[in-house]
Nanobody
Framework: QVQLVESGGGLVQAGGSLRLSCAAS????????MGWFRQAPGKEREFVAA????????YYTDSVKGRFTIARDNAKNTVYLQMNNLKPEDTAVYYC?????????????????WGQGTQVTVSS
């Protein structure tokens, strides 16, 4: 049974930083891409970042490029999202997602497993 457990969310002022972590279990972590998505109140879930199975390729939505960094440690079965220069519009529940294959993708249908989410709130 695949499990994804996020941590690291919280309240931060605009311009601040947070690092989200997602610990995975239940399958061979290094065989699959991982992604981060977010959902703000009243909005649909949107893609944030993805990383290929060995971390060679990364992919970001335009609004976070240059501010967010996705990384993974396959020895620890963990994927990270470093978020810098946070803005109030980054406020959302952030979800870790486990890919169906090895390549980094932005389509949520390419992900078969989801964490419970962690709240990120950025105050102005």
């Amino acid at each position: 049974q695949v499990q994804l457990v996020e941590s690291g969310g919280g309240l931060v002022q605009a311009g601040g930083s947070l690092r989200l972590s997602c610990a995975a279990s239940g399958r061979t972590f290094s065989n699959y891409a991982m992604g981060w998505f977010r959902q703000a109140p009243g909005k649909e879930r949107e893609f944030v970042a993805a990383i290929s199975r060995l971390g060679v390729s990364t992919y970001y939505t335009d609004s976070v490029k240059g501010r967010f960094t996705i990384a993974r440690d396959n020895a620890k079965n963990t994927v990270y999202l470093q978020m810098n220069n946070l803005k109030p519009e980054d406020t959302a529940v952030y979800y870790c997602a486990g890919g169906r294959g090895p390549r980094a993708r932005s389509d949520s249908n390419e992900y078969g497993y989801w964490g419970q989410g962690t709240q990120v709130t950025v105050s102005s």
